[in-house]
């Protein structure tokens, strides 16, 4: 499976609520930052870090928490989506629409790294 198609069906995953799916396509010390300014920014590595400090919170501080690509461009070991999160934090009721940037790289078959670029603003607005 080519890098691109790799990162097809994990967005296609993600949708349906296939976290194991997900994490099974990082490499066990994959690196994952989110972006400073988005609720859960920072590095983590591994999936098991991934899941504990993003996943887990998206799933149970969000309503309808939605990453959807628009577009992706492959070039070797590299994959970037363009696309947008959706979503209502729970705790205040407000919802967000904002535009992401996301980077894959591979070794192999797996997943080495993933960074996020996003107007983290806009997410803030639906915090406070």
């Known amino acids: 499976m080519t890098p691109k198609a790799k990162i097809q069906a ?6 349906s609520g296939d976290i194991p799916t997900v994490l099974g396509a990082l490499a066990p010390d994959a690196s994952w930052t989110e972006a400073e300014g988005f609720p859960y920014g920072g590095t983590y590595i591994g999936p098991e870090a991934v899941l504990e400090n993003v996943f887990m ?6 309503d309808g928490f939605a990453a959807v690509p628009a577009q992706l461009v492959a070039e070797g070991d590299t994959v970037v989506a363009l696309g947008t999160y959706s979503g209502t934090y729970k ?5 967000f629409e904002a535009p992401f ?6 070794e192999g078959d797996l997943v080495t790294s993933f960074h996020q670029h996003t107007d983290t603003a806009v ?5 406070a």
């Open 57 to 62: 919170k998206l799933g149970t501080e969000w």
């Open 91 to 95: 705790a205040t009721g407000r919802a």
């Open 101 to 106: 940037v996301h980077v894959w790289k591979f």
């Open 123 to 127: 997410v803030q607005r639906a915090l």
């Open 10 to 15: 994990v967005y296609a995953a993600f949708e």
